[in-house]
């Protein structure tokens, strides 16, 4: 992988594990540290798409935030049962 490059994979609904895999540059994963009222802790997987220029104008996403194709990045958390795949930026070359 290039430095910029990561994969998603999204599970699929069927009867046994199914992946649909995909290499994107326009997407930036973070981990996010997460804290209840409770005092509770958790770490969750955050995405941000930065070219949102492509995609269909009328996607829910666009709608919930008010915003155009290109406008913004798009963030969300992702499902625990997704995987992302980054490159080691400290990884001697």
């Known amino acids: 992988m290039t430095d910029n ?3 998603v994979c ?3 609904n069927y009867a046994y594990t199914v992946f649909y895999c995909h290499a994107t540059q326009t997407t930036r994963a973070y981990i996010v540290p997460l804290e209840g009222t409770d005092g509770s ?3 969750a997987v955050a995405v941000c798409h ?3 220029s492509a995609w ?3 996607h829910l ?3 919930v935030l008010k915003v155009k194709p290109g406008d913004c990045p798009i963030c ?3 499902p625990e049962d997704h995987i992302v795949w980054v490159p080691n930026k400290n990884a001697a070359e």
């Open 5 to 7: 490059i990561s994969v």
């Open 10 to 12: 999204h599970k699929q």
């Open 41 to 43: 802790k958790a770490k």
């Open 50 to 52: 930065t070219d949102t």
């Open 56 to 58: 269909n104008p009328k």
């Open 61 to 63: 996403a666009f709608q």
């Open 76 to 78: 969300h958390f992702l």
